[in-house]
Every structure is written in structure tokens, then in C-alpha cells.
């Protein structure tokens, strides 16, 4: 099998696509700040006439999203889409379209902290505090980067007893904020799995949400289309599940199992972690920079 190609930046990409599916966090920022790169790579793709769609497993609504980039200091000149999963379940909750989330009665019991209350806000649902008087449970995540999943297993416990049915608004299991590792909704909800619970999911890897983002981008081939991103689980398993190449971000939430005695990306892990993950990248590439001349620097 040929080796995975290591690129140095965009610059040898971008002629071979029109449109770009960018990864948030772990490629674009940290949580905190964009890594130093980014701001100048994304004015050359849109110099470059390319069209950027930026994709989050945030388990929040498009609006909070962007909200977040502006604080940033991410120019919206830079991109042209955002799509996330908190958009995708609110948009599944809405539209109830589906046997699953049809059959979802009125009463849900909110697993995550207030801040993705807008993944719900204004549709038809009523908010009860424990999962022994809910219908359903849609889990958003955490509210202190502390917490574990012993810190949730009784209200896990609880809701399997009764059967409950599980939305989680962000497939995600962990995230590095600033250096430091957290757990996502989507560790609690793959606990709640291995009890034998129900979960829908919503957001990457799945392939509802990379559907809207090909309704964003419509009227562009899916083999002109790059996914960006630094996680096999979601990213890579993502676009392979959707049809389109990926770029590898390699100084992301794997970093420290590929960094090498010669740089940021040993070859030989890099094809390990691949074989393990069962997702094989079309390429990878340290951090998300347009040239190595530019940042030559890999995200921390």
C-alpha cells in the first residue's frame, strides 16, 4: 500500500479542489485562539477563489458558532459557510422527519451545561430536571472541563432503566481546551451505548451533516471537495463515509502519539494509527498552513 502523503501546506492541494470542509477545533483554534497560521491560510484559499465551509462537533446552533470565531478574532471574510452538530440536532428536533426523533415525547432532561440550551430553545419540548420524569435525554456534553463520566453515570444509570432514548448533540469523546483534556458528549453517549441504550447521533462522522454541507457548496462535484481535519474517529471516517478526500491535521488530538525524533509526523506511526483507526487520510500535513516557508511551526 503506498505510503500516506506529508504535505508541507495547502499550496500543493489547493489546485486539485474548489471547496474546502474545515474542522474547528484541533485545526482551526484551540478552544482559545486560532493557531497562528490559520487567519493567513484561509485569505489564501479565498484569495484562490476556494469556497470554505467550516464544520464543528459543537453541540451548539450555527449562530453560537460564528459568535465564537468572531471573539476569535476569525474574519468572516475567511469563510463562507458554518455548519455544526448542535445546527444538525436542533434541525432533526425541528423537523422530526424521522421515526426516532418522531417518537420522541415532550418531556426531555437536558445532559449539559446551559450554554447549549439554544440546540432546543423554542421548540415544542418541556425541561424536567431528573431523568426519571423525562421522555428522552439529549446530552450536549459538560459543564466543567473536570468532569468525568462517574460524574454522570447516574444520571446514565438512570435513564437506561427507563429505557429512555439518548440524542447527542456531539459525537466528539474528548477535546483539548488550551492543552488541557476534556471529555464530549460523545463519551457519555457511547457509555450509555455499551449499558445497551438507544443514541442518535448528529454531527461528524455522520453523514447528515456533511449532506447539508454539500447543500452549502452546491453545484461543486464532491471530488473537488477536501475535508480538513485532525481526528480518525470523526473527521477521517467522515469524509470516507461521505465520499470525498481528507487532509490529515496531524498536530491536533493525535499529536502526541505521531510526533517523531524528526518532526511533528512520523511516517511509520502515521500509518499505524491509520491501520488502527481502519480511516486512511488522502494526505496529512502538521498543522493547517498554507506553505511550510509561511508558519513552519505544527499546532502545540
Given at each position: ?53 467550516m464544520l464543528s462537533n459543537a453541540p451548539r ?199 517523531g525524533p524528526d518532526g511533528p509526523i512520523d ?34
Amino acid at each position: 500500500m503506498t505510503a500516506i502523503p506529508i504535505v508541507d501546506g495547502l499550496d500543493t492541494l489547493a489546485p486539485r479542489y474548489d471547496a474546502f470542509i474545515l474542522d474547528l477545533w484541533g485545526v482551526v483554534h484551540d478552544g482559545v485562539r486560532p493557531f497562528p497560521a490559520v487567519p493567513a491560510t484561509l485569505a489564501r484559499l479565498q484569495a484562490a477563489g476556494k469556497r470554505v465551509v467550516m464544520l464543528s462537533n459543537a453541540p451548539r446552533r450555527v449562530a453560537s458558532v460564528v459568535a465564537k470565531l468572531d471573539e476569535m478574532g476569525i474574519d468572516r471574510s475567511v469563510w463562507d459557510h458554518v455548519m455544526s452538530s448542535g445546527e444538525a440536532t436542533y434541525e432533526a428536533l425541528r423537523d422530526r422527519s424521522d421515526p426516532f426523533h418522531a417518537g420522541l415525547g415532550p418531556r426531555l432532561y437536558h445532559l449539559g451545561p446551559e450554554r447549549d440550551v439554544d440546540v432546543y430553545a423554542g421548540l415544542d419540548f418541556t425541561v424536567v430536571d431528573t431523568p426519571e420524569t423525562a421522555d428522552w435525554v439529549l446530552c450536549t456534553g459538560i459543564d466543567d472541563a473536570d468532569e468525568t463520566v462517574e460524574d454522570h453515570r447516574a444520571d446514565l444509570e438512570a435513564a437506561r432503566a427507563r429505557d429512555l432514548p439518548l440524542v447527542c448533540a456531539n459525537p466528539d469523546l474528548i477535546v483539548v481546551v488550551g492543552g488541557h483534556q476534556s471529555i464530549c458528549a460523545g463519551m457519555l453517549a457511547a457509555v450509555y451505548e455499551e449499558m445497551g441504550g438507544t443514541v442518535a447521533w448528529h454531527g461528524k462522522p455522520h453523514a447528515s451533516v456533511y449532506r447539508r454541507c454539500f447543500d452549502l457548496l452546491d453545484g461543486i462535484d464532491r471530488s473537488r471537495i477536501l475535508a480538513v481535519g485532525d481526528s480518525f474517529r470523526t473527521d477521517i471516517a467522515g469524509a470516507e463515509r461521505a465520499g470525498i478526500d481528507s487532509l490529515f491535521v496531524a498536530g491536533g488530538i493525535h499529536a502526541p502519539e505521531l510526533a517523531g525524533p524528526d518532526g511533528p509526523i512520523d511516517p511509520s506511526r502515521l500509518e499505524r494509527l491509520a491501520r488502527e483507526a481502519g480511516h486512511r487520510p488522502s494526505a496529512a500535513i502538521a498543522a493547517l498552513q498554507w506553505s511550510k516557508a509561511m508558519h513552519p511551526t505544527p499546532n502545540p
